[in-house]
């Protein structure tokens, strides 16, 4: 007859398992319920790569105490839970069969794009100068229309001023970017979040922001047709969704990157950038929708290319809500800046055009 302890490892070693078992399947689930009630699932979605981190570490210690079944059970949750927030390598939706071949740069051009979140405009202006580069346009440029090393062709601003964008110019950071979409409001739709800009140093077409997709409350986003000498026209888009807290702005966030997915499929026209702080990470579902059938630049980083919010605080970068979708369009590198004065890392890509070459 088993002993008193005996009985107790045994009812240890049920509660152990059952619990690995409760929270696999809920870190499994958690990243495909595209639910916005209550309002602090977002929230927690967005958790999804540090909680399957915790879990796997969690997997560890209790396979330390020979607890097989509950370490296997929560080391496959973590996987469960972490797949779907990894980088995919060909673009989301793609099928298997579509051939893409990477043309050179000489043959159709790179497009260097930057883009940041300036939280609430007060990014230092001397690092944000440094980082574009003051030439541009005017300074050299190789053979494939980009500005060469430290020359930006395309600067996205969200949470942005005139101010900024006059400091900007004062030190000479936007002689090579000469042309731009309309002057920022003084008060923007959203408030002082709500700003944003789209420079350019190849001739642009302004096309206006988005149509408003939330009901509460929105940030405006420009629209842009860059004239590349090589690319030819390529539609740029600033992104900014309200963040996904409260009552109040939940529905709102999720109303406008369902927006912009429908937004997005009526305008293939052109090849497409989709650039900014989409305030959501491949943890959300809704972002996934929208990133389907794009190329995430930080493709070009592998499937971890590092989270890009918040910086500078107590708390750790912990997610990826900054990027920078293509479509028609091939990353060629990938890199994250770190600006005094604002919370968001920036996002610095040299794209290049994509070729399909049919059927592997």
Request: net charge negative; charged share 15%; glycine share 12%.
């Amino acid at each position: 007859m088993a002993g008193p302890h005996g009985s107790r490892r045994r009812r240890l070693r049920r509660a152990v398992l059952v619990t690995c078992v409760v929270l696999a399947v809920l870190l499994a689930v958690l990243p495909h319920p595209a639910i916005t009630r209550p309002w602090i699932m977002p929230a927690v979605q967005s958790l999804v790569p540090v909680l399957s981190v915790v879990a796997g570490l969690s997997a560890l210690l209790v396979l330390v105490f020979r607890q097989w079944w509950a370490a296997g059970v929560l080391a496959a949750g973590a996987v469960m839970g972490l797949l779907p927030t990894l980088v995919p390598l060909e673009p989301l939706g793609a099928g298997v069969g579509a051939g893409v071949e990477r043309g050179t740069e000489a043959e159709a051009g790179a497009l260097t794009v930057l883009s940041l979140n300036a939280e609430y405009a007060g990014v230092d202006a001397d690092a944000l100068a440094a980082a574009v580069g003051a030439g541009g346009a005017g300074g050299t440029r190789d053979a494939h229309g980009s500005s060469g090393v430290g020359g930006v062709d395309v600067l996205v601003l969200v949470e942005a001023d005139e101010d900024l964008v006059t400091a900007l110019q004062e030190r000479g950071a936007l002689d090579g970017l000469p042309y731009r979409t309309e002057t920022i409001p003084e008060e923007p739709q959203g408030g002082t979040a709500g700003g944003a800009v789209i420079l350019s140093a190849h001739p642009l077409r302004s096309e206006g922001v988005l149509p408003r997709f939330a009901t509460h409350r929105h940030f405006e986003q420009p629209v842009a047709v860059v004239e590349h000498p090589q690319l030819g026209d390529v539609r740029v888009v600033g992104i900014h969704p309200v963040p996904p807290i409260g009552d109040d702005f939940v529905p709102s966030w999720d109303d406008t990157l369902r927006g912009l997915d429908g937004w997005q499929a009526a305008h293939a026209d052109l090849p497409l950038i989709l650039a900014g702080d989409f305030n959501a990470s491949l943890a959300h579902p809704q972002f996934r929708g929208l990133a389907d059938g794009f190329t995430s630049a930080a493709a070009d980083a592998g499937p971890l290319p590092g989270p890009t919010w918040p910086v500078g605080t107590w708390v750790p970068p912990f997610t990826a809500i900054d990027h920078v979708l293509l479509r028609g369009l091939v990353p060629l590198d990938y890199e994250r800046l770190d600006f005094p004065g604002t919370d968001h890392r920036g996002i610095l890509t040299t794209v290049a055009a994509e070729r399909v070459t049919g059927v592997r």
